[in-house]
């Protein structure tokens, strides 16, 4: 499952683009986002949560990146 997600008709450029990078690397790297004693996650189920990771960035991107960062901001 690669390419463009469903409902990315109204994304722009840097969403789209957030979205394709986020989900391959997650999908390729899976040690990079859990824990080393943690049993690995089958590749079926890791695909999925890297999809729905990269469509919620990708859905919460505001504007456009500047690289910066920004504090936590506590309610």
Do not use: C
């Amino acid at each position: 499952m690669t390419g463009t997600p469903p409902n990315a008709i109204n994304w722009t450029a840097q969403q789209l683009r957030l979205f394709q990078r986020m989900y391959a690397f997650m999908k390729a790297n899976q040690a990079h986002f859990t824990r080393e004693s943690a049993p690995r996650i089958a590749p079926l189920d890791w695909s999925v949560i890297s999809r729905m990771a990269a469509l919620y960035a990708a859905h919460n991107l505001d504007g456009e990146p500047s690289g910066e960062t920004r504090p936590a901001e506590l309610e």
